[in-house]
């Protein structure tokens, strides 16, 4: 695994540093166009300047989504986009659309070129077709097995990149295109306004009996029927590389910087080999997850009659450190603490640190017994030495 890539999501500026700070080799990011995602999560042209300068200054890689696939008025302007792209710095673009990705290699023939995993490339034949067409990488369809990933790594060109997910939520059609969204919503989870009716709680009620709920489950609640489980990876990442994966890719454009502190930590010590793997998946046990398995790499996924489809964490997100000397740190609070609360500390340099919290100070130097309102600025001591960008966590 040392030659392979972690790829981490970026979906914010802040989520961004995060995962530089926490050991992505790239990330990938949303522009002002096409982007396959909300609004919110989408970079502007000034951001995705400054993005590639912080990515580049600490010599990793930026690619840009651009992977809707296009409407008939949107054509026009990609050539445009592609360039600005470049200027703004991104080392690659990611595509769905076989008409992008002809528009951008013949008008843009400069930019790196990565087929997204909504194309479905699913066969080796598909992957040397895009690799043909100017794709530089695929990123394979999640239905795919490991048997059936080393049969398409030994049937193309070396040149061709492979990049497959390992981590995070999988979308009801996996890597298909869904029109459930469309169809209950009106809104395009392929034009980036998904609204996850799939996660949605449902009953299954008889045509004539309109007031009888079957009994489906055997609680009392709802079950969410359509929704997958989150995909973990992390302990066969060594059979995913050598069946030809060069780029471990994790969800998660929409998540919280503290997930992807937490992803990101956890599966770079594992790829590095400087913690022990059941620390490691402990430390994805603290962020917010469904129920995980291994989606399709051994086989079709096995339905668990467990995966109540809900989600769940063993800690809570409390503080992100901004200063830190040998004995306090300054910190920006998200969740309540207080003096006597054991704290837990996400950072590259350990995993799974703790401390008693002592004392807490506010700007003005006045002692607190308790940390409560979001995003306000305050010192506490720590007995370790932290970096800017660490974060803290406590156990629920």
């Known amino acids: 695994m040392k030659n392979c890539e972690l790829l981490a999501p970026a979906g914010t500026p802040e989520a961004l540093q995060t995962a530089l700070h926490f050991g992505a080799d790239a990330v990938y990011l949303g522009g002002p166009m096409l982007q396959l995602r909300a609004e919110s999560a989408g970079f502007t042209f000034e ?37 600005n792209l470049l200027v703004a710095g991104a080392d690659a673009a990611i595509v769905s659309d076989l008409g992008v990705l002809a528009e951008l290699k013949e008008k843009v023939p400069e930019l790196e070129l990565h087929v997204s995993t909504q194309a479905n490339c699913v066969n080796w034949k598909s992957a040397a077709t895009w690799h043909k067409l100017g794709a530089k990488r695929v990123v394979l ?13 030994d049937k193309t060109p070396d040149s061709l990149e492979i990049e497959a997910f390992v981590h995070g939520a999988m979308c009801m059609a996996y890597s298909g295109r869904c029109l459930l969204s469309s169809y209950i919503s009106h809104r395009s989870g392929n034009r980036g306004d998904c609204t996850q009716p799939c996660r949605w709680n449902y009953y299954l009620v008889e045509e004539k009996r309109p007031d009888m709920y079957l009994p489906v489950i055997e609680d009392a609640g709802a079950t969410a029927v359509l929704s997958s489980a989150d995909m973990k990876c992390i302990d066969f990442l060594q059979d995913i590389a050598d069946a030809g994966v060069t780029s471990f890719k994790i969800e998660g454009r929409m998540k919280t910087a503290y997930y992807v502190a937490t992803v990101v930590n956890a599966y770079r010590h594992a790829m590095d080999g400087t913690a022990p793997l059941e620390v490691c998946e402990n430390e994805l046990l603290c962020a917010s997850h469904r129920p995980f398995d291994t989606g ?8 668990d009659p467990n995966n109540d489809g809900l989600y769940r964490s063993t800690c809570q997100f409390t503080a992100r450190v901004l200063e830190a000397t040998d004995t306090e740190i300054l910190i920006e609070q998200r969740n309540r603490f207080k003096v006597g609360d054991t704290l837990e500390i996400l950072s590259p340099d350990s995993l799974g640190e703790k401390f008693v919290v002592t004392e807490i100070t506010d700007m003005k130097g006045n002692a607190r017994e308790e940390a409560h309102l979001v995003q306000e600025h305050l010192r506490i001591a720590c007995p370790y030495k932290l970096q800017p960008g660490d974060f803290l966590r406590k156990r629920l």
Request: charged content about 30%.
């Open 47 to 83: 951001q995705l300047q400054q993005a590639a300068q912080d990515v580049h200054a600490k010599g990793k890689r930026m690619y840009v989504t651009v992977n809707c696939f296009a409407e008939n008025g949107e054509i026009d302007a990609l050539a445009e986009y592609g360039r």
């Open 296 to 303: 399709f790499y051994f086989g079709n996924v096995a339905k």
């Open 141 to 153: 369809g999640r239905e795919m097995r490991l048997d059936d990933i080393k049969v398409l790594r």
